[in-house]
């Protein structure tokens, strides 16, 4: 306090006490010192007395009202006086003014007071002092200040790091270092107690200003134009400090504190109303508000605190906050508020302070919470009881929150709102770090839940929070993303997932300083309209679920469908979507589309820009029906716009149920299951089914390319059966394939033109027979087939080319536009050796007619007729007209026509000439070995002489039949010429020579012999003529022969009866065989048939013809044929 003169204890007195105000340091002074203040006491009394008397001299003067100046060397005294009283320290005043007031109050105004050191340094600095004195106490001699009044003081405090003060004056010190709140009562009771400022009713200090240093912050608070009032009542001390206060230099802010402390009492009352006091400055001062040194935003309210002995035992407060931000250090991006408004009051048992209303209000968020806090110590115990001079480290807090609004500028498109929650988290203060244990924010059913960490790291915010949502609308969803977190997915989302209800919405955002966010975000969704591509038709009612993990977005359909322009409804379940880098500009984005439709919706899907797969294909999306299954993959970029270029897809899928009367015109093809491709090349559908009847195994494709426009193909491998002939019109005879076999087929297809098919086959497996010729191909012997056809209607055969079990044919073969066969030519028909023929078959409704237009047969060679099957239906005669007909080694039919029915065996008639001449008609028939032959002519010489078996021979008719028998190429034949004329026959010649027969001899090398019937039965055989019985009969002559010609060798050996005169002779024929008379000559010929030995029995001629036979030999047969007769 300031130093006084009193006339009791003196001004050293006065000084010691002011200097120190312990008083249990003042009861230990010794009584030697107490002496000596006595003394110095008397001094001052008499030196105050001679100034009273001064001062009643100039009483006039006072009753002016005007104040009195002292002279200097009364000053100058005074201030000798006074230092001679504080040894060590000295006393310097500028002016001394003298005033009595109307009531008669004495009043003393001291300027520029200052205390100096010793080394000249100002301990205390006063600029104006004014002092009131007590007039009870001047009547009795005493003086007393009432109270004292200071203008443009200067105070100095600095709190070092343990929390105590040290205060000042000037630029000294005023008094010894505060330690704890209890000091601080005692210093004020023990200023209070003096003698002299026991009459001490107020103080006051104007133009005060206080310069306080926190050396545990680092900060500086100067506070100027300050006003203090301490009033001295009886049982208390009230102050009152209102202050201007400028914290660190920044912002302007004004403070009323009043402080109450009853006398005695370790306890004060102190009420402080602050406006625009910055946060930091107002979180150094007391515990509970420590917090609030994260902010930069001026705060006005009051604050109301209980201190004791040990500190702050309670305190409540009503705080508002202005506009400013969360900025917990100078790296962390500012998050700024309008304003905000909190009470709260501390519970020191508990160590809890209560959050009785906490609101925050700015654009970006609205909060309306309440609550409360625990205040926690470094090493994570609470802070109980009365709080000094420590700090937490930490809050731990509970907060109910009944409003919350969130909508950060540039964040969200839309305010987030809740109408309820709670949070529970820990906020640690050095460094920043707010550790959310659960936050879980509620509107209506919807339920938010978040816990995470978020801290200000020196390079800038760090966040990692997890949330959690029950359910959400799409649009919500879109506008609570954040709208600068991966801006190019949620704009693909926000266009394209076009409405839904979100359930079970899990994020997890990861926010760290100089990198990229990262968001973890995944949720479910029903009823969602979803569209993938821009041009395609968006899902309907979808559902499944989306997660972004990292720079990864994922959304997956478990249901949905999409409807094309055709083919109705498309299941698109299991389709993806994925942006595999969300970074990316653009991103690139894999689409995954899972479809199970009709195969014409799938077809008219894929037929939408920007594929056109069936446009481009100059197909249909009709193409066929069946059940599709189809898997698109897609890669594209997401931006405005998106052309086919930048589209890179490919299509797999299978059609289950497959039919199509599309894809090879005039055919239906089917199939259980077909594999369907597409890519930028082409499309593919591939898998076994049927064409018609006929199984294949083959693969349709359409070229993409400009120059496969409207062109396409089928490759593979069919089935070859009798049906599969049938259904490509090849023109076989029902019956004639058996089995089946693997072809390759091919068939090129342009888009209004017919298709063209080849197929091509070893034949494997497959049995092929023509009876009517007697050939097979055994099914599992190997061959060669290659067909050609032009698929148009009607179908033609192009090429046929067929080559097995050696046959050989080659053709074509035309339909009918109503159906069936019109023509098949096959213009070189060989079958082994005997069969080299064209043909020619025409339809001819059920049946076929078939007709043989040129070539050779060679009956030789010809399959036993046991191996060739007689039809017994009715069929179409066929017409045969053949080259050449081999009978035997020397015999043909040539220039063969004829007219041949198949009806219970082969039957007809032809023409025929005999090796190119001897015209004659014949008949075939069936017959139990085949087919029976009947030849007839009218110039038989002719006919035997271009056989080259008698060229001797002159017209006569003749009738040969020929019966075919078991082997081949053998026949029973029989022969009847009438009226043949013979000349010039050697062998005959030779015979009539040998019997001496001159007369007939004459008329065989003239005008020739007549035989008026000439007839043989004979076995033929591809080597050999067997005459069993063969008889010539003439007026002239008789002939008898039987025997057998060799026609390979040209040899014949051959016996008979040679009968001269036969007209008388042959009387008694009938004791003898045809051709003989009764009398003869036997012969024999041997050798080449060209100039064969004549050998002629004289004798014979004596034995009669009915004994001849007794000494007749057995004629020459063929082998195994036995004996003729």
């Known amino acids: 306090m300031i130093p006084a003169v009193d006339t009791e204890s003196g001004p050293d007195c006065a000084s010691a006490e002011a200097a120190d105000h312990s008083p249990a340091k003042a009861a230990n002074l010794s009584a030697t010192a107490l002496k000596r203040r006595r003394q110095r006491s008397g001094l001052g009394s008499r030196l105050f007395l001679v100034l009273l008397a001064f001062m009643l001299a100039f009483a006039a003067f006072g009753l002016s009202g005007k104040a009195i100046t002292l002279p200097v060397w009364a000053v100058a005294e005074l201030e000798q006086r006074i230092n001679r009283s504080l040894p060590g320290t000295a006393v310097s005043l500028g002016g001394v003014d003298i005033q009595v007031d109307a009531d008669w109050v004495p009043l003393i105004r001291l300027d520029d007071l200052r205390m100096l050191k010793s080394g000249g340094g100002a301990l205390l600095t006063l600029p104006d002092l004014r002092v009131t004195l007590?007039?009870?106490a001047l009547l009795r001699g005493h003086i007393r200040p009432s109270s004292l009044r200071i203008i443009g003081a200067q105070l100095k405090a600095v709190r070092d790091t343990e929390g105590n003060f040290d205060f000042s004056f000037g630029d000294g010190a005023l008094a010894p270092q505060i330690n704890s709140f209890a000091e601080l009562f005692d210093a004020a009771d023990a200023a209070f107690s003096l003698p002299i400022t026991a009459s001490l009713g107020s103080f006051e200090a104007e133009a005060l200003t206080l310069t306080l240093t926190d050396q545990r912050t680092g900060r500086v608070w100067e506070m100027g134009d300050g006003r203090l009032r301490l009033d001295n009542r009886a049982d208390s001390l009230a102050a009152e400090v209102s202050m201007s206060l400028v914290g660190g230099g920044v912002t302007s802010a004004h403070a009323v504190v009043q402080v109450i402390t009853e006398k005695g009492a370790d306890r004060a009352r102190v009420t402080a109303t602050i406006s625009g006091v910055a946060a930091q400055d107002l979180a150094a001062q007391a515990a509970p508000l420590a917090w609030l040194g994260v902010l930069d935003a001026p705060i006005s309210g009051q604050l109301s605190t209980t201190l004791d002995a040990r500190g702050i035992s309670s305190m409540e407060a009503q705080l508002d906050i202005g506009a400013g931000a969360l900025k917990p250090n100078a790296q962390t991006r500012p998050i700024a508020f309008d304003?905000?408004?909190?009470?709260?009051?501390?519970?020191?048992?508990?160590?809890?302070v209560n959050l009785t209303d906490l609101s925050v209000d700015s654009p970006s968020m609205r909060l309306a919470a309440t609550g409360q806090t625990y205040l926690m110590r470094e090493d994570g115990t609470p802070m109980k009881g009365?709080?000094?001079?420590?700090?937490?480290?930490?809050?731990?807090?509970q907060i109910h929150i009944s409003q919350a609004m969130f909508d950060p500028e540039g964040l969200f498109q839309e305010p987030l709102q809740f109408s309820d929650g709670a949070l529970d988290a820990r906020l640690r203060l050095n460094p920043f770090r707010l550790e959310i244990g659960q936050l879980a924010l509620t509107e209506g059913p919807r339920r938010l839940l978040a816990s995470g960490k978020v801290s200000a790291e020196p390079q800038g915010w760090s966040t990692s929070v997890d949330l959690s949502l029950n359910e959400i609308t799409q649009n919500r969803l879109m506008a609570l993303w954040p709208q600068a977190?991966?801006?190019?997915?949620?704009?693909?989302?926000?266009?394209?997932?076009?409405?839904?209800?979100?359930?079970?919405?899990?994020?997890?955002?990861?926010i760290a300083p100089q990198t990229e966010p990262r968001l973890h975000l995944g949720y479910g969704f029903d009823q969602a309209d979803v569209r993938f591509l821009a041009t395609l038709p968006p899902v309907i009612a979808g559902s499944g679920y989306s997660t972004l993990e990292g720079q990864h977005y994922t959304m997956v359909l478990d249901s949905g469908t999409v409807t094309p322009p055709e083919g109705g409804q498309i299941d698109v379940a299991g389709s993806v979507f994925a942006v595999p880098d969300v970074t990316l500009k653009p991103a690139q984005a894999r689409i995954t589309l899972t479809t199970n439709s009709s195969l014409t919706a799938a077809l008219s899907l894929l037929d939408q820009p920007p594929f056109h797969f069936m446009s481009k294909a100059d197909r249909p999306v009709t193409l066929g029906q069946g059940k599709a299954h189809i898997t698109t993959h897609l890669s594209l970029p997401l931006q405005k716009r998106v052309s086919l270029k930048d589209v890179n897809y490919d299509v797999v899928g299978e059609v289950s149920g497959?039919?199509?009367d599309v894809l090879v015109p005039g055919r239906q093809i089917t199939a259980d299951r077909v594999t369907v491709r597409a890519d930028?090349?082409?499309?593919?559908?591939?898998?076994?089914?049927?064409?018609?009847?006929?199984?294949f195994d083959a693969t349709y494709r359409q070229g993409f390319a400009p120059d496969q426009h409207g062109k396409s193909s089928v490759e593979g491998s069919v089935t070859l059966s009798q049906a599969a002939a049938e259904e490509f019109g090849l023109g076989l005879p029902t019956g004639m394939v058996s089995g089946q076999g693997r072809g390759q087929v091919l068939m090129s297809l342009v888009r209004g033109e017919p298709g063209e098919l080849t197929l091509t086959s070893d034949l494997q497996g497959i049995g092929l027979t023509i009876p009517e010729i007697g050939w097979t191909k055994p099914a599992g012997s190997r061959g060669k087939l290659s067909v050609s056809v032009r698929m148009s209607k009607p179908p033609r055969v192009k090429d046929l080319s067929l080559s097995a079990a050696g046959l050989s044919v080659q053709g074509t073969v035309d339909m009918r536009a109503s159906g069936g066969l019109d023509v098949a030519r096959f213009d070189k028909v060989t079958l082994d050796d005997w069969l080299n023929a064209s043909l020619a078959i025409r339809g001819q409704g059920q049946g076929v007619a078939l007709e043989v237009t040129g070539g050779s047969v060679d009956l030789r060679r010809m399959p036993d007729a046991r191996s060739r099957k007689v039809s017994r239906r009715a069929s179409t005669p066929m017409k045969i007209t053949l080259d050449r007909l081999q009978i035997s080694a020397g015999i043909a039919l040539t220039g063969f026509h004829g007219t041949i029915s198949q009806t219970g065996g082969a039957n007809g008639d032809f023409s025929a000439g005999v090796n190119g001449q001897g015209a004659v008609r014949g008949t075939i028939a069936p017959s139990p070995n085949g087919t029976a032959v009947r030849l007839q002519s009218h110039d038989a010489g002719t006919v035997l002489a271009a056989s080259g078996l008698f060229a001797s021979a002159r017209g006569g008719g003749l009738d040969l039949t020929l019966v075919p028998q078991a082997g081949t190429g053998i026949y029973d034949g029989k022969v009847r010429i009438t009226a043949v004329r013979v000349r010039n026959a050697n062998v005959l010649a030779e015979l009539l020579n040998a019997i001496s027969v001159v007369g007939i001899l004459e008329q065989l090398n003239g005008e020739g012999l007549v035989f008026n019937n000439a007839e043989a039965d004979f076995l033929l055989t591809p080597k050999?003529?067997?005459i069993k019985r063969g008889s010539a009969i003439g007026a002239s002559l008789g002939v008898s022969m039987a025997g057998v010609y060799q026609s390979a060798s040209d040899q014949l050996t051959m016996q008979g009866v040679v009968s001269p005169i036969y007209l008388l002779n042959g009387i008694g024929a009938i004791l003898t065989r045809r051709g003989e008379g009764l009398f003869g000559f036997n012969y024999e010929l041997r050798g080449k048939a060209s100039d064969p030995q004549v050998s002629v029995n004289p004798l014979s001629i004596l034995t009669p013809g009915m004994f001849r036979e007794i000494f007749r030999a057995p004629a020459p047969v063929l082998k195994g044929q036995g004996t003729g007769g």
């Open 485 to 510: 977190l991966l801006p190019g997915t949620r704009a693909w989302i926000d266009k394209n997932v076009l409405d839904g209800a979100l359930h079970d919405v899990r994020a997890a955002l990861r």
């Open 1024 to 1026: 050999a003529l067997q």
């Open 658 to 660: 497959f039919a199509s």
């Open 134 to 136: 007590d007039p009870k």
């Open 339 to 352: 304003r905000a408004a909190i009470s709260l009051n501390y519970d020191p048992a508990q160590g809890r």
């Open 386 to 397: 009365a709080l000094a001079s420590d700090l937490p480290a930490a809050f731990l807090g």
């Open 680 to 695: 930028k090349t082409g499309l593919s559908i591939s898998g076994p089914g049927k064409i018609g009847k006929v199984p």
